[in-house]
């Protein structure tokens, strides 16, 4: 899948799970979770050393999920992930070497950003989108619309804080072409085996968003 598609299948889902799996097991029942609550899509984090060995799981076994790495933090877990099968990268900060990395490599990455000044070097590499991070923390729908305002070639996709209480609201502005966040695929949820209330919370997600 080219960049910009992957960039399109983001879009069009609106929601982008935020995954942090412990165990490699768990990753296809997770996957499977996920497309039967109707959002084929996750962001699996590299806060766990399970976080490759999930990736590779599901975009062997899953193919019509588009699964991507997050938390991407240096240049070795940007090629673990793209060998792993990811396909696309989100990164809490910028990182030169990583945005560079993807670049060369055709595959997206949306690097986190939560100043203008940030804004300003992804602007440099002509990316499309960046992760607003942590969306709550950095004053929300209020900075994004802010940060836009001056730069308008580019989109955003907030993540953290974000739930079905506020999902809506940043959503209607329309420089925000997604948001990620984790509270369908709650780290416990999945650590407890309850895939059945991941399906119904994946599903009540996408409800508010269709
Ligand atoms: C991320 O890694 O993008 C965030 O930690 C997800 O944020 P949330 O857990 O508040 O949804």
Redesign the pocket.
């Known amino acids: 899948m080219k960049p910009l598609e992957a960039i399109s299948v983001v879009e069009e889902k609106k929601i982008v799970p935020?995954v942090t799996i412990n165990n490699v097991n768990d990753a296809i029942k997770l996957g499977e979770a996920l497309c039967e609550g109707g959002l084929p899509i996750a962001?699996i984090?590299f806060?766990t050393s399970s976080a490759e060995g999930a990736i590779k799981e599901i975009s062997k076994n899953i193919p019509e999920m588009l699964v991507g790495a997050?938390?991407v933090i240096n240049l070795e877990q940007a090629k673990r992930a793209l060998d792993a099968g990811a396909a696309f990268i989100?990164s809490?900060g910028i990182n030169r070497s990583i945005i560079e990395f993807a670049i060369d490599n055709d595959i997206p990455i949306f690097p986190?950003v939560c100043t203008p000044t940030e804004l300003m070097i992804a602007l440099e590499y002509n990316l499309p989108v960046v992760?607003f991070?942590?969306a709550?923390q950095y004053g929300g729908l209020d900075t994004i619309k802010a940060l836009a305002a001056p730069f308008p070639g580019i989109k955003f996709m907030p993540?953290?804080?974000?739930?079905a209480d506020n999902i809506t609201k940043y959503l209607e502005f329309d420089r925000i072409i997604a948001c990620?966040?984790?509270?369908m695929v709650k780290e416990n949820l999945i650590n407890d085996g309850e895939f059945s209330k991941i399906i119904e919370l994946t599903k009540e997600a996408l409800a508010l968003v269709k």
């Open positions: 935020v962001e984090t806060r997050g938390t989100v809490p986190g992760k991070f942590p709550k993540t953290g804080g974000i739930n990620g966040g984790s509270w």
